[in-house]
């Protein structure tokens, strides 16, 4: 029977930490008997990892694949509690500490191809033999770290999308035009972004729907089997509002909508040094044209 009854690591509830903010919490350890020459510590740690497959040579007449990989630790930190007079009696025991994460940690991610991830860990142990760890997951949200003149100018902040459309048996023809408006393209996470539509829709169809999706595109690095530096680009929605228009033929309808960032949300890479992983992010309209199986797509970009 162990002499560890429980172990507990004690944090604030669901709490979204900043880059360059402290987190601080109670190791609670409960013994059944007495622990003589206890090692009791906590850990921060924060890492990322990466790996994906992908064909060796895509030329030969037979598959073969390739595992690329990446990985790095962003963070590690421990803290070993004194222990005085070398024994704790049984009862309850509370141990208080502290941790700061430096600036420029990056967010909290997770996706198929890769994950950025951050945990405390509290660990009892007595004659190099561990009794009895916990850990738990923290959500951690990057900071911008550049200035904001640097990057104010990314244009456009509007963007004109338009598409032809062939009907009636290929005897009529018409177009829609799809044009975003976006006062600003700088957003913190969890900011509401909000933008203009206009559809000018020159045909003799209705349209039905337009659906608006904030993109978080990722270009991952890893390194293959044969050591040769390899790269993906992957692309996921991180927000989605489906606008219903009932845009009539031959007429212009404006769409104002809004879509809120989650938090926490991987910030705007400027630099690829040393990254695992870089992001970057897009506002994107889409329309299926009617009576057409084309669809007309517009993208804006910004900056979180």
């Known amino acids: 029977m162990s002499t560890v009854i429980s172990i507990q690591l004690v944090l604030p509830e669901d709490k979204v930490y900043l880059a360059g903010s402290s987190i601080a919490g109670q190791l609670v350890l409960k013994l059944r008997s007495t622990l003589v020459d206890p090692v009791v510590k906590v850990e921060l740690v924060g890492r990322g990892y990466l790996e994906w497959k992908e ?62 991830s951050y945990f405390i860990q509290g660990t009892c142990s007595g004659r190099e033999i561990v009794l009895a760890k916990e850990k738990k997951y923290l959500l951690l949200q990057g900071t911008f770290g550049n200035n904001e003149a640097d990057v104010k100018d ?39 972004i909000v933008f203009v539509t206009d559809i000018s829709n020159r045909t003799c169809k209705y349209i039905r729907k337009v659906v608006f999706a904030v ?30 228009t009932n845009t009539g033929p031959f007429q212009i309808m404006r769409v104002i909508g809004t879509l809120v960032l989650p938090k926490p949300l991987p910030i705007t890479s400027t630099r690829m040094e040393n990254e695992i992983m870089s992001f970057r992010y897009e506002l994107v309209g889409t329309s299926n044209l009617p009576c057409t199986p084309s669809t007309m797509v517009g993208r804006l970009p910004i900056i979180v």
């Open 215 to 244: 993109h978080c595109i990722v270009l991952y690095k890893g390194v293959n089997n044969r050591g040769e530096q390899r790269s993906l680009e992957d692309r996921s929605e991180v927000t989605r509002l489906e606008s219903r």
């Open 55 to 116: 064909e060796d040579n895509p030329h030969l007449d037979y598959s073969r694949s390739t595992v690329c990989r990446n990985q790095a630790v962003f963070i590690s930190k421990e803290h070993y509690f004194h222990i005085s007079d070398g024994w704790l009696d049984s009862g309850v025991h509370t141990f208080d500490f502290n941790f700061s994460f430096p600036p420029g940690l990056p967010s909290t991610f997770t996706s198929k191809i890769g994950f950025i």
């Open 154 to 192: 990314m244009d456009p902040l509007v963007v004109e999308t338009r598409k032809d459309a062939v009907y009636l048996c290929c005897f009529g023809h018409g177009s829609v035009v799809l044009r975003m408006y976006l006062e600003k393209n700088i957003f913190s996470p969890g900011d509401h």
